[in-house]
């Protein structure tokens, strides 16, 4: 099975800043790697598909990029609403489609 | 627009049996991959099982393979997890997510809690 490692599990930021989360999968992935926010008592929501096309209605400050192992979502000037726990996910070739374990991005 | 909604969780027993539903509409159902990830209180996503459109390819996480059944009617728009020999490990929210062409889980439901626990 292919593991997912996200790095870093908190980050800590303020309103305005630029931030950058990484998922590094443990064999080569393509660009099968997508990007979730979940908020608390909230079902995630996909952010990003295939390491870098942003869905409809996300704002445009959320980015992803990379393909094979690594990738990163960034996000710029952070906003309150985008404080929240994001988690990568693979779905590389057959199930399973693991997930990265979470990164909390909290208000500093 | 896309609706996808749980019922069937509450409390078991461990060792007991549950049937998850998710009820969908808005777009062919039929025409959709479609998956079950939970998530235990305070933890991470967890991928559980996976249905092909047609409901002839089903794939399973290893901790629930052997006791989970994925299964889906094209006839009534339904989604179901069949949950046997529950443990309290399997403790968790459960969303149905309806796939994207690229597997991405493009959109979930509010999610039903089971709880296991004697």
């Known amino acids: 099975d292919i593991q997912m490692t996200q790095s870093p599990s908190s980050l800590s930021a303020s309103i305005g800043d630029r931030v950058t989360i990484t998922c590094r999968a443990s064999?080569?992935?393509?660009?099968?790697l997508h990007w979730y926010q979940q908020k608390p008592g909230k079902a995630p929501n996909l952010l990003i598909s295939?390491?870098?096309s942003l869905q409809s209605g996300v704002p445009s400050r959320f980015s992803g990029s990379g393909s094979g192992t690594d990738f990163t979502l960034a996000i710029s000037n952070l906003q309150p609403e985008d404080f929240a726990t994001y988690y990568c996910?693979?779905?590389?070739?057959?199930?399973?489609?693991?997930f990265g374990q979470g990164t909390k991005l909290e208000i500093k | 627009q896309v609706q996808l909604v749980e019922s069937g969780g509450g409390l078991v027993k461990p060792g007991g049996s549950l049937r998850l539903s998710c009820a969908a509409s808005?777009?062919?159902?039929?025409?959709?991959?479609m998956s079950w990830i939970r998530q235990a209180p305070g933890k991470g996503l967890e991928w559980v099982s996976y249905?092909?459109?047609?409901?002839?390819?089903?794939y399973y996480a290893d901790s629930v393979k052997g006791r989970f059944t994925i299964s889906k009617d094209n006839a009534k728009n339904s989604l179901y997890l069949h949950m046997n020999s529950l443990r309290a490990e399997d403790t968790a929210v459960y969303y149905c997510?309806?796939?994207?062409?690229?597997?991405?889980?493009?959109?979930w439901g509010q999610g039903t809690l089971v709880t296991v626990s004697s």
């Open positions: 249905i092909s459109s047609s409901g002839s390819s089903k």
């Open positions: 295939a390491a870098s």
């Open positions: 996910q693979q779905t590389y070739r057959t199930p399973p489609y693991t």
């Open positions: 064999q080569s992935i393509d660009i099968f």
């Open positions: 997510t309806r796939d994207g062409n690229d597997s991405s889980m493009k959109y």
């Open positions: 808005g777009f062919t159902f039929s025409d959709h991959y």
